[in-house]
Nanobody, 122 residues
Framework: QVQLVESGGGLVQPGGSLRLSCAASGSIFSIEAMGWYRQAPGKQRELVAA???????NYADSVKGRFTISRDNAKRTVYLQMKTLKPEDTAVYYC????????????????WGKGTLVTVSS
């Protein structure tokens, strides 16, 4: 019923930039918080950044000052602008959103995208 599709990943050199996008589609009534998580090889999935429907944001300490999360509610899209990328930012980045569907408008459920790979290497 709900799909989250990420785009924008790829290979970038250390110090470079990338912009990830995640578009939500389907039988959507409303979207609460949206966020980005990442999972590096051999590590647990971790929160990178999140943004509420009102625009409040929070970031992992490791990305503060380098990454910026934003959203376009009309387009149902969340973005992650990543700058000054480091090799340790290499991971699969997943989009997450709390979505209420048209048939159940009072309950928000967690949905996940399939992920996009970001590789930071020279």
């Amino acid at each position: 019923q709900v799909q989250l599709v990420e785009s924008g990943g790829g290979l970038v050199q250390p110090g470079g930039s990338l912009r990830l996008s995640c578009a939500a589609s389907g039988s959507i009534f409303s979207i609460e918080a949206m966020g980005w998580y990442r999972q590096a090889p051999g590590k647990q999935r971790e929160l990178v950044a999140a943004i509420t429907s009102g625009g409040s944001t929070n970031y992992a300490d490791s990305v503060k000052g380098r990454f910026t999360i934003s959203r376009d509610n009309a387009k149902r899209t969340v973005y992650l602008q990543m700058k000054t990328l480091k090799p340790e930012d290499t991971a699969v980045y997943y989009c997450n959103a709390g979505v209420a569907t048209i048939d159940r408008p009072m309950t928000h459920w967690d949905y996940w995208g399939k992920g996009t790979l970001v590789t930071v290497s020279s």
